[in-house]
């Protein structure tokens, strides 16, 4: 398998879906428009929830995008996995009544094995308990044995986020291999460890919530897909983590040359590394201390936000995305302050 670049993973996957009709988008802004039931665009399909629902006329009904997101729900995790990241680029293809599960399914499967090269006796899709559609797809289509294709319940293959369109989902884990596993007899697709990671998730968007528990059947049904595009990369790179992929690991190299630290030698300091990975543009920015902590907010808030708006104010993520870092980031950056009238951070 070719070990591509983030670069071209993002323009295969593109041209792969313009080649089947589909429209490239750019990725909007990360501020929702007209939708309070999001403080930042955490999905590749939020965006587009008008052209789920119907509110919207879509440019075309079928759809492809690279959108940046930010997601805070698993924070506490980023660092300590492999797979988990605060802001990250996702992949997704759409379709707004046009084609359903059996398409999906198909051109998941073909953009994996034939165009990236996976091999795809190390895949396994997983899809929700009695979805009997997608298991028939899997197993008699594409030829997946079942004994490879897990079935999960709501927690896991059930899609949703807010108020909005939803579904059951199918997902597509990979195996990674066992220097990557816990080394538990058991483990298997669904465990925590970072052996068998999920590369590939394809929603079947066909309820409508209301943001309170309510779900009807939405007048046409849809297709969300979404493919964490530093996930992808760390398969395909095979590399320990998506903080060591190509684009990421030439920030953090120079980050652990600024805080002259060693990345693998410790793992409270692989930690802190890649939990600041959001700043680290930050720094190499604004070398000064005190201009830093000035500017952190401002440089980390989307472009739409200023420190002390009200979206920021009402959410305990502005606290989240903008503390954890900070934490982690003071502990490894050292900076020293000159007896001879330099100003924090000359050393730098």
Not at 7 to 33: G, I, Q, T, Y
Not at 68 to 89: L, M, P, Q, S, V
Request: proline content about 5%; some cysteine.
């Amino acid at each position: 398998m070719q070990k591509y670049g983030v670069n071209e993973l993002r323009r295969m996957f593109l041209e792969f879906f313009e080649s089947k009709d589909h429209l490239a988008m750019k990725s909007f802004s990360l501020v929702p428009h007209n939708d309070n039931s999001l403080l930042l665009i955490n999905a590749g399909m939020a965006p587009l929830k008008p052209y789920f629902t119907g509110q919207e006329i879509p440019p075309r009904r079928r759809v492809c995008t690279c959108q940046k997101c930010i997601r805070t729900g698993d924070i506490e995790n980023i660092g300590k996995t492999a797979r988990h990241g605060t802001f990250f680029e996702m992949l997704g293809n759409f379709s707004f009544g046009d084609y359903f599960k059996t398409e999906s399914l198909h051109w998941s499967w073909e953009f994996l094995t034939q165009v990236v090269g996976l091999d795809p006796d190390r895949l396994y899709p997983s899809i929700y308990l009695d979805d009997e559609e997608a298991f028939k797809i899997w197993n008699e289509e594409i030829g997946v044995p079942a004994e490879r294709i897990f079935r999960f319940g709501r927690e896991d293959n059930f899609w949703e986020h807010g108020a909005g369109p939803c579904g059951p989902c199918s997902e597509i884990y990979y195996d990674r291999g066992e220097k990557y596993g816990c080394g538990k007899p058991d483990c298997t697709v669904g465990c925590e460890c970072d052996r068998y990671i999920e590369v590939w998730n394809n929603v079947f968007s066909q309820f409508e919530n209301d943001g309170h528990g309510n779900y009807t059947e939405l007048a046409q049904k849809n297709i969300d897909t979404g493919m964490g595009l530093e996930r992808l990369a760390v398969v395909v790179q095979d590399v320990d983590s998506l903080f060591t992929i190509d684009t990421n690991k030439a920030l953090l190299d120079r980050v652990c040359q600024l805080a002259g630290k060693e990345y693998q030698k410790d793992y409270e300091t692989d930690v802190s590394l890649r939990i600041d990975r959001p700043y680290q543009i930050l720094y190499l920015y604004d070398l000064r201390r005190h201009h830093a902590l000035q500017r952190r907010p401002r440089l980390c808030a989307p472009p739409a936000f200023t420190p002390g708006c009200p979206p920021w104010e009402k959410a305990g993520d502005r606290r989240k995305v903008l503390s954890q870092p900070l934490r982690y980031s003071d502990r490894i950056i050292q900076r020293r302050i000159s007896g001879a009238g330099g100003e924090e951070g000359d050393d730098l």
